[in-house]
């Protein structure tokens, strides 16, 4: 295992860890832009221009692209977050420089008019979709409620209205401005031939001309607050809160994902055992996701809507009484074990390297080995996650409901 | 590609099979119980979930809780679940903690507590697990067109019904968990780093003594209508088609398996680019191959918005009938890069290989070796899919919908 990097002249980054006794390779192109380099005018245009990718290039059509993936055997897609557009194939490590050169062309799109078009009606039915999945709306509608004026709280897939009204100049000039080689990193992991990787990079990416695009990164001033949004045609009621947390570049993020696990965990939390457990929610949890800048602690619960207010009111209870008295060394060592097990399995794919070693660069600038992550997560004390308790409570929150409920009250 | 599989056949019946692969640090397992939904009575849809989650509600020397908590000290990542055939138990941890793991689950297979104060508490799940399915309306219709797709009870959905659920009785929970609970009928799949000797005779000592009994198949009922509609104030409609196709043990099941791979899977498939990055009409559509032990279908989806619908599910039939006209080359080529690329990184997954390991048992009596799927997947020519497609045309659809108004099935489809 060797962990090799290197930067272009014109910006682009290249960083991979590399092992030998792999089986396949996983290679990324992860740019620096999202949901929350975004203005009104242009809501939705990050994912939008994520699906534009796949429908050709100067010299390949939309066709070429997914038959030269698929000849390829490859295993691939692309996601569009708040900060970052990521492309991505798992290969067998003979593909590794025709992944790599497929991979950089698309992220040179023909941006042409009529598949603009087309697409649209794609995304546009993306949305459809969601909004017949009730949850839906709730994601856009807290960050809106928690986040305020400050650019996290954007949606990550805009409106219909938003992208109906999208002109395709507008996404030309926003992929001038963002997807310069100094905001991309291409991230390697599996077997890798870095040299070879570094050469291809040079001759697909060496002439891209860097255009030095920025990001405010103020950190979010959270709001609280609680609201109820009824939805007559869902079944269940599905909540969401969220309160302050790290953020990506803080140390007591370990000890905020510990603290997410004890208290909500899918299995075996505070939560779970007083909720999902005794069959009073579906689903209820609570887990730590960091940003730059800022982090948030976020619970999520559905449940039949009549128990809503009394399963809002146990959470609180949980929260109150965590804030009071912290965790227990059993619910410490419990939570690392699972952890500890979690991060091994996750690991032994490059394909779950893949999105580790980037997450790490784009987030921090730091490579850290499974090993590395495994001892901050063993270092961490009772001490911390008071700390972080102490920093952080839970009990200040924004609650959002969406659901059969007309009416709810908020807990206390 | 390492070709090493193991296999042991306990003397009350129970079946080891294990794949050792040295390169990992976990190990993992898949225990296939042969008590699956199809074995419920027709007044309890649901019973088999209910028992699989009362099973986990204490065991042996364990509660309900000292069950998840002594797993999860020995970090073991676990999931549960019922289909036709099986209630399955599986679980992926580090390498040394594969022994106990394997015990608290021999405790949860042979001594269940299906204790009666956790009854209510395990129908509310059962019943909230089915409710969410009413806020997923893809996957819904895909439920919908598996119970119209075969004759019960080969199409039932593990979730049940409320009014099932709501019958079941602590009497319905253990006569369900004492018929169906038993080694005869039971495969227990590993993965990963693991001894094979010393997994061999663990697992004897955990479940060599399990005593055996017989249990009858269940028998066909009748062939449900091969139309249904369900209203649903939506803006989408959803679509779900399906037709006969061949189960895994069948001698060509890897010609039709390819056929349906040209139709969907990557996106220069069929499928894909005609209804999708041509048109325009959706986001997601596929197609896939659902095996029992002796039937299988190919069950294709879309959904969109409501008065794109009719084009949608019109242009799916046709992609469907132009199959039979045969597939090409290039396709054949994608076909056969993809299915090596999954081959080789099944490997770097020991939960993905102890399932494998388990079905490939129940469907064949043996687990094929990667090594031995690749070459049948190296053996697929155009000449056999085309063949095979001559002589099973894809017909007579069955095709569900949900949404704001009902489809016509398009004309020329019996």
Redesign the interface.
């Known amino acids: 295992m060797e962990f090799r990097k290197e930067r272009l002249p014109n910006g682009l980054e290249i960083v991979a860890e590399c092992n030998d006794?792999?089986?396949?390779t996983a290679l990324g192109f992860f740019v620096q832009t999202g949901a929350r380099d975004e203005t009104d005018e242009i809501a939705g245009v990050s994912h939008f221009l994520e699906h534009m990718m796949?429908k050709g290039t100067p010299t390949r059509t939309?066709?070429d692209?997914?038959?030269e993936?698929?000849?390829?055997?490859?295993?691939y897609n692309a996601f569009t977050s708040e900060e970052h557009t990521v492309y991505y194939a798992?290969?067998?490590p003979e593909y590794q420089t025709a992944a790599v050169e497929l991979l950089g062309d698309i992220i040179r799109p023909s941006l042409r008019d009529e598949d603009f078009d087309?697409?649209?009606?794609?995304i546009?039915?993306?949305i459809?979709?969601y909004?017949?999945?009730?949850?839906f709306g709730a994601d856009d509608r807290i960050k809106a409620l928690y986040f305020g004026a400050h650019p996290l709280a954007r949606s990550v897939l805009g409106t219909i209205q938003s992208v109906s009204d999208l002109p395709v100049e507008a996404m030309r000039r926003y992929f001038e401005n963002r997807y310069s080689p100094d905001n991309i990193t291409l991230v390697g992991a599996g077997k890798i031939d870095f040299d070879t990787l570094v050469a291809t990079a040079n001759k697909i990416c060496g002439g891209w001309q860097p255009t030095q695009p920025t990001r405010t990164l103020d950190r979010a001033a959270p709001h609280t607050g609680f609201e109820c949004l009824h939805k007559e045609?869902?079944?269940?009621e599905y909540v969401i809160q969220l309160a302050d947390g790290p953020a990506a570049t803080d140390t007591d993020r370990y000890a905020a994902k510990i603290l997410g696990t004890i208290l909500g965990d899918d299995?075996?939390s505070r939560l779970y055992?007083a909720l999902?457990?005794?069959?009073?929610?579906?689903n209820a949890s609570l887990g730590h996701h960091d940003y730059q800048g800022t982090g948030v602690f976020l619970t999520y619960m559905?449940?039949?809507a009549d128990n809503t207010e009394a399963n809002l009111a146990e959470i609180a209870k949980i929260y109150a009484e965590a804030q009071k008295s912290g965790v227990t060394e059993a619910e410490l060592?419990?939570a690392k074990?699972?952890i500890?097990?979690?991060v091994?399995?996750s690991s032994?794919?490059?394909?779950g390297r893949l999105f580790t070693v980037g997450g790490n660069w784009l987030q921090r600038r730091e490579y850290r080995t499974v090993q590395k992550d495994l001892q901050a997560i063993d270092a961490v004390t009772l001490k911390d996650i008071a700390a972080v308790l102490a920093k952080y409570p839970l009990t200040r929150s924004t609650t959002l409901a969406i659901g059969p409920a007309a009416k709810l009250q908020a807990p206390g | 590609m390492k070709d090493s599989i193991f296999s042991h056949t306990y003397s009350n019946g129970l079946v080891l099979v294990a794949e050792p692969i040295s390169?990992?640090?976990?190990a993992a397992f898949t225990i296939m119980v042969p008590a699956g939904c199809a074995h419920e009575p027709a007044d309890r849809a649901g019973l088999g979930s209910l028992v699989c989650e009362m099973t986990v509600r204490g065991s042996g020397p364990r509660n309900?809780?000292q069950f998840?908590?002594d797993l999860?000290?020995?970090?073991?990542?676990?999931g549960e679940s019922v289909s036709t055939n099986h209630t399955s138990y599986s679980g992926?941890?580090?390498a040394k903690?594969l022994p106990a793991a394997l015990a608290i689950f021999a405790d949860l297979l042979r001594n269940p507590h299906l204790p009666a104060e956790e009854l209510?508490?395990?129908?509310?799940?059962a019943?909230?697990?089915l409710?969410?399915i009413?806020?997923?309306?893809?996957q819904k219709v895909m439920l919908e067109l598996r119970r119209h797709q075969y004759p019960d009870p080969w199409g039932r959905s593990s979730n049940g019904t409320v009014a099932g659920l709501e019958s079941v009785s602590l009497a319905d929970v253990r006569d369900h968990y004492a018929k169906l609970f038993r080694p005869n009928g039971t495969i227990v799949g590993v993965a990963g780093n693991f001894d094979w000797k010393r997994l061999q005779d663990d697992v004897g000592r955990l479940l060599g003594d399990w005593a055996p009994r017989d249990v009858a198949d269940p028998v066909d009922g009748p062939q449900p209508p091969r139309r249904a509609h369900l209203h649903h104030?939506?803006?989408?409609t959803q679509i779900g088609v399906g037709y006969e196709s061949l189960p895994y043990r069948h001698p060509d099941y890897f010609q039709a398996w390819g056929a349906v791979g040209v139709l969907s899977g990557?996106?220069?498939?069929r499928l894909?680019?005609e209804v999708?990055?041509?048109?325009?009409?959706?986001?997601?559509v596929y197609a896939t191959t659902n095996t029992l032990k002796d039937r299988g279908s190919v069950l294709c989806y879309s959904?969109?918005?409501a008065e794109r619908a009719q084009e949608t599910l019109d242009v799916m039939v046709a992609e469907l009938i132009r199959l039979a006209e045969g597939i090409h080359p290039?396709e054949l080529?994608?076909l056969?890069?993809?299915?090596?690329?999954?081959l080789?990184?099944q490997?770097?997954?020991?939960?993905a290989r102890s399932g494998s390991l388990a079905r490939d048992w129940f469907h064949l009596g043996r687990a094929r070796t990667l090594g031995e799927v690749g070459g049948l997947v190296d053996a697929l020519s155009c000449e056999s899919i085309n063949a095979y497609l001559a002589a099973h045309p894809p017909r007579d659809f069955t095709v569900v919908t949900l949404g704001p108004h009902a489809l016509e099935v398009p004309r020329g489809v019996s």
């Open positions: 006794e792999a089986h396949s796949f939309a066709d692209v997914n038959r993936f698929d000849e390829m055997g490859a295993h798992a290969v067998l087309t697409e649209k009606q794609v546009i039915e993306e459809r979709m909004q017949d999945q009730p949850p045609t869902a079944t269940l299995s075996g055992w999902v457990d005794s069959g009073l929610a579906e559905s449940c039949e060592a419990q074990s699972k500890n097990s979690r091994v399995l032994e794919r490059p394909r | 390169s990992l640090e976990s309900s809780r998840v908590q999860e000290n020995l970090g073991v990542e676990r992926a941890t580090l903690s209510d508490a395990a129908r509310m799940v019943l909230q697990e409710r969410a009413e806020d997923e309306p893809g104030e939506s803006n989408q990557g996106m220069s498939s894909f680019t999708r990055e041509k048109r325009g009409l959706c986001y997601s959904g969109t918005s290039g080529g994608r056969k890069a993809r299915i090596k690329s999954s080789i990184m490997q770097e997954s020991s939960s």
